[in-house]
């Protein structure tokens, strides 16, 4: 089954207000990676998770507790909605984004998103998004981990020397082309190695779909 998939690009959110609907473990999670952005950002739910609350109480969110109004939409640059059980409110955000001009993703609802929320691995300034362009979100989510465990402390702190490297280098060497040759030997050497290892279901799947393929060039025959 394809699926669109996109256009990949990082949105630039530093002082611009968010909406997060919901205030559960979910909600937290989208709600400090906007954080991490820099966003300004009001979260709209009855209830609150403890640490919403503490965000709240700290001053670097802003909380209205009760359900989403249209009202909260004017100036909101991105609407993140984590009520994945209210179809209605992902359809009338849906048209919301498009009189209001700002993006919203509904969870579980990629038919009523103008955005998709890959799965993030963060590693120091090192940011990979992982997307099966809604395929298979669980399979994007097993990946992050994976990817969460390759990369380590080291490689944060290997990351953190090119980036030292790299900013002596523009203070110290006048050619571009010096630069560039500098910072490309810094990472020769560096190498990804992986190997893939796939599940029992998949394989008997395959086995199944070979065995049925053989049936038919038996019955062809």
């Keep these: 089954m394809s699926r669109n998939a996109g ?3 990082t949105l630039d959110l530093e002082g611009r207000q968010c909406l997060v609907i919901g205030g559960d473990e979910e909600a937290v999670e989208k709600v400090n990676r906007l954080l991490e952005a820099g966003a300004k950002i009001t979260v709209v739910n009855p209830t609150l998770h403890v640490e919403l609350r503490k965000l709240t109480a700290s001053g670097k969110i802003i909380h209205r507790g009760r359900t989403f109004r249209s009202t909260d939409a004017p100036g909101v640059v991105l609407i993140l909605n984590v009520l994945k059980d209210d179809l209605d409110l992902a359809k009338s955000l849906y048209e ?3 009189t209001e001009r700002c993006l919203v993703w509904s969870m579980d609802q990629p038919d009523y998103s103008t955005v998709t929320m890959p799965a993030l691995v963060k590693r120091g300034n090192l940011r990979i998004a992982i ?3 809604g395929t298979a979100p669980a399979l994007a989510k097993v990946l992050r981990q994976n990817f969460e465990a390759i990369f380590d402390d080291e490689f944060e702190q290997f990351l953190d020397w090119l980036g030292a490297l790299r900013e002596e280098l523009k203070n110290t060497e006048v050619s571009d082309l010096r630069r560039r040759e500098r910072l490309t030997q810094a ?4 190498q990804f190695n992986g190997e893939l290892q796939y599940p029992n279901s998949w394989k008997l799947s395959s086995e199944a779909q070979v065995e049925e393929v053989e049936e038919v060039g038996k019955e062809g025959g």
């Design 187 to 190: 990472v020769n050497g560096f």
């Design 7 to 9: 256009f990949q690009l």
């Design 131 to 133: 997307s099966t362009s």
């Design 96 to 98: 919301l984004a498009k």
